[in-house]
């Protein structure tokens, strides 16, 4: 069994990215799978074209992409990704795209293709702080997964695939005030916890 992870470089004002910290921290293999590990850069336009290459060349049997989402309380896997990007920021290519499609001639939205619900209440049965999120937003992380979904419907690839966006890390630097955050080992357990789920779902 072989899975891809995914996390993205910082990003606008900020030196460190959630996402890639817990990538860091979670380990090459898992109860016999063999996790393959890949950063991204935080653009519309590079992320996903890398992307479309490591689906080709690494055939995953399971997908998380990572992503950091600051301000959120919880460990949140994604149910939904929107044909849309309206960008708050300029990615870290200067691009800011507004109110335009990810793809033209495209469904509107991709559904993850994981068990979600079984997931999440697997993960909360154990006392993770995990949830389900109804949107990615219209970022660089929407954007990736959308592509990500679309390669898979139209490639029928036999692959499983979710974006997860993880809050502000304690003690990461420049959070704001009273901003929620979570420990960088309670994410890994979950991300960890959520990959044993999911790889013996797909057998
Ligand atoms: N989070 C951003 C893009 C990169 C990242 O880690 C987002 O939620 O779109």
């Given at each position: 069994m072989?899975?891809?992870l995914?996390?993205?470089?910082?990003?606008?004002?900020?030196v460190?990215?959630?996402?890639?910290?817990?990538?860091?921290?979670l380990?090459?293999?898992?109860?016999?799978i063999?996790l393959?590990k890949?950063v991204?850069?935080?653009?519309?336009?590079e992320?996903?074209?890398?992307?479309?290459?490591l689906?080709?060349?690494?055939?995953?049997?399971?997908?998380l992409?990572?992503?950091?989402?600051?301000?959120?309380k919880?460990v949140?896997?994604?149910?939904?990704?929107?044909?849309?990007?309206?960008?708050r920021?300029?990615?870290?290519?200067?691009?800011?795209p507004?109110?335009?499609?990810v793809l033209?001639?495209?469904?509107?939205?991709?559904?993850?293709?994981?068990p979600?619900?079984?997931?999440?209440r697997?993960l909360?049965d154990?006392?993770?702080?995990?949830?389900?999120?109804?949107s990615?937003?219209?970022?660089?992380?929407?954007?990736?997964f959308?592509?990500a979904?679309?390669?898979i419907?139209?490639?029928s690839?036999?692959?499983l695939?979710?974006?997860?966006?993880?809050p502000?890390?304690?003690?990461?630097?420049?959070?704001?005030?009273?901003?929620?955050?979570l420990?960088?080992?309670?994410?890994?357990?979950?991300?960890?916890?959520?990959?044993?789920?999911?790889?013996?779902?797909?057998?």
């Amino acid at each position: 069994m072989n899975v891809l992870l995914t996390s993205f470089d910082p990003f606008g004002a900020e030196v460190q990215n959630s996402s890639l910290e817990i990538l860091r921290r979670l380990p090459d293999r898992l109860e016999g799978i063999s996790l393959v590990k890949e950063v991204l850069p935080t653009q519309f336009v590079e992320a996903p074209r890398r992307l479309q290459t490591l689906l080709r060349e690494i055939r995953p049997d399971l997908v998380l992409l990572l992503g950091q989402a600051g301000g959120r309380k919880q460990v949140h896997f994604e149910r939904v990704a929107i044909n849309c990007m309206s960008a708050r920021i300029p990615d870290n290519a200067g691009y800011a795209p507004q109110e335009i499609p990810v793809l033209t001639d495209a469904p509107a939205a991709y559904f993850t293709n994981i068990p979600l619900a079984d997931l999440v209440r697997h993960l909360q049965d154990r006392w993770m702080p995990a949830a389900v999120s109804n949107s990615a937003g219209t970022f660089v992380c929407n954007c990736l997964f959308y592509h990500a979904m679309h390669q898979i419907a139209t490639e029928s690839l036999p692959c499983l695939c979710d974006f997860v966006h993880i809050p502000y890390l304690a003690g990461q630097s420049h959070v704001p005030p009273n901003t929620p955050c979570l420990s960088a080992e309670s994410c890994v357990s979950t991300i960890r916890e959520a990959i044993s789920f999911l790889a013996r779902s797909s057998e």
